[in-house]
């Protein structure tokens, strides 16, 4: 069975400082995908960074980047220079290659703190 | 291009009525997804079109679950007879290839 696993149901973080945001999955596929989506409140799920298992550089975008840990099956999200803006719930979500859904953890809710 | 949208936004309906919601992806994908999140959860995965073909279902998708894609285009989702455990966030996504982009979600309560 594929699960996804974030342990960390809340996470705060002071305004420009960083955090780490943790999820593990569980899976015995060689090839898969990882997402993290961020999910303001009462809008729309944004996909904010993804990882192809094959790559072993972690992805990153401005202010965003992953420690993808493959044979751990951890996948991080690290948000840098935190903005108020970054409030949310962050759901982790995992693809095998030959799937067509996600499947997703339980999130974390992050608060940025002024 | 707007993104994924959906309608309605918020319904509220007595148990045992029936709703149908719909979904208008990006123009340019041809995959279509349903979810449904309940509070505090992740989304869960419900059905998967490929243009007008419904290639997958979840168990989640009951008897009462039904889903079309007809053209390949816009989806619609109905509920019938719906119970209160249908409440929830009915989440549609679309793409080109593995990366899915989601609608707002259309918001159920059923009393």
């Known amino acids: 069975a594929q699960t996804v696993t974030q342990s960390q149901p809340e996470m705060s973080v002071q305004e420009a400082e960083t955090v780490t945001l943790s999820c593990t999955y569980d899976t015995s596929e060689s090839d898969y995908y990882l997402f993290w989506y961020k999910q303001p409140p009462s809008r729309q799920m944004i996909l904010v960074i993804r990882?192809?298992?094959?790559?072993?550089q972690n992805a990153t975008e401005n202010r965003f980047s992953v420690n993808f840990q493959k044979a751990a099956k951890s996948f991080s999200l690290k948000i840098s220079d935190s903005q108020l803006g970054d409030a949310a719930m962050y759901f982790c979500a995992y693809r095998p290659t030959g799937a067509n859904n996600l499947f997703f953890g339980t999130g974390t809710r992050l608060t940025v703190i002024p | 291009d707007t993104g994924v949208s959906q309608d309605p936004r918020h319904k509220i309906t007595k148990r045992g009525q029936n709703v149908t919601f719909r979904c208008d992806p990006i123009s340019e994908h041809n995959r279509l997804y349903w979810y449904r999140q309940t509070l505090g959860q992740g989304p869960e995965f419900l059905t998967y079109?490929?243009?007008?073909?419904?290639?997958?279902k979840s168990r989640l998708l009951s008897d009462r679950f039904s889903a079309e894609r007809p053209k390949g285009s816009f989806s619609t989702l109905e509920i019938q007879r719906t119970e209160q455990g249908d409440s929830a966030m009915y989440l549609c996504?679309?793409?080109?290839?593995?990366?899915?982009?989601f609608g707002p979600g259309t918001r159920l309560t059923v009393t």
């Open positions: 079109f490929q243009n007008e073909a419904q290639l997958e």
């Open positions: 996504a679309s793409s080109w290839d593995y990366e899915q982009y």
């Open positions: 990882q192809e298992a094959y790559k072993q």
